[in-house]
């Protein structure tokens, strides 16, 4: 008597795939089908006439003497990448300190990382981004005479200045868009520093005391060199929220993407296709660091196994 033939692990596993892939289909069907319906529903009772043909001078625009310049929607995203670059480095260096200063063992730098945290964390960024706006741009700026420093800078160092932080005169309120973004985002990039110093085998802190090594060279030396592998991923997800939460300094008039976007609209009225492009930007900066975020984790996940 033969036995029956057996059926392949591969195909054993792909059997039940079936059905999922049934509902995955009709999820996207129905999904499809809402949105289609919802555009045409939208094209035929909005009394809005669609002009695409503005969008490009938006951009790039030709002068009276033919050389090419910036729209101010182009202005707009080189705002935000400088802002985004800016606070991200500097909201890096102050969620390292206090991150690390939360998992020290003084009692007051533990306090003072905590207290830091716990104030950004549990007061709305809109309220810290006027305080510091009146604090920094209405009074230390001016008292520590920035403004006349940054109006006195050599012609030689004006390009430079412009290049890395814009227009020179909108310098003291683009600096203080950097320093208030840089705080409330250092303060969750300080939880990550925290969770990833936390998070390696107390055996890797004994190991490095037995070799003679001090805290800091056990930290710099063996603790941070493994906890940044984990920390890596987080940290490029939290840059693109740094991205994302610069639109919010707008409302102190820093002439980043949002804010030309609003004032494009209350100039043309072309609502619809003026916050579409702006989305269509926004993906475009964070849609790459997103992926390199994932590509990051994939990468780290396969070495750790190896």
């Known amino acids: 008597m033969t036995r029956p033939a057996e059926t392949p692990p591969a195909l054993a596993r792909a059997k039940p795939l079936a059905p999922a892939l049934l509902v995955d289909l009709a999820v996207l069907l129905l999904a499809g089908g809402g949105l289609a319906w919802l555009v045409l529903r939208a094209k035929a009772t909005l009394p809005y006439s669609w002009d695409w043909s503005v969008i490009p001078q938006f951009l ?3 002068g009276e003497d033919g050389t090419w310049h910036a729209g101010r929607i182009a202005t707009g995203v080189f ?3 400088r802002l985004s670059l800016w606070a991200g480095l500097l909201a890096l260096v102050l969620g390292t300190l ?3 200063m939360r998992v020290g063992r003084r009692l007051l730098w533990r306090l003072c990382g905590g207290a830091y945290v716990l104030f950004v964390r549990n007061t709305p960024p809109l309220v810290l981004i006027f305080l510091f706006s009146y604090f920094l741009s209405g009074q230390l700026i001016t008292a520590l005479g920035l403004d006349m420093a940054v109006a006195n800078l050599p012609p030689a160092l004006r390009p430079v200045a412009e290049a890395l932080f814009g227009p020179l005169r909108q310098m003291p309120g683009f600096l203080t868009a950097i320093l208030t973004l840089a705080l409330i985002e250092g ?5 990550i520093v925290r969770a990833g110093v936390q998070s390696i085998e107390s055996g890797q802190w004994d190991a490095a005391y037995a070799l003679g090594l001090s805290r ?7 603790i941070l060199p493994q906890a940044f592998r984990r920390m890596l991923p987080p940290l490029t997800s939290q840059f693109v929220s740094t991205v994302k939460d610069s639109a919010i300094v707008s409302v102190i008039s820093i002439p980043e993407l949002t804010f030309q976007a609003q004032e494009l609209v209350s100039a043309t009225y072309r609502s619809f296709e003026v916050w ?3 989305l269509a930007l926004y993906l475009a900066l964070n849609l790459p660091c997103s992926l390199a975020a994932r590509w990051l984790e994939l990468r780290l996940r396969r070495s750790d196994r190896g």
């Open 60 to 62: 790039v625009y030709t």
């Open 79 to 81: 705002a935000t990448v």
């Open 98 to 100: 206090a991150g690390l």
């Open 187 to 191: 303060a969750y990039m300080a939880e």
């Open 216 to 222: 800091w060279q056990t930290l710099r030396q063996v």
């Open 276 to 278: 579409t492009l702006v």
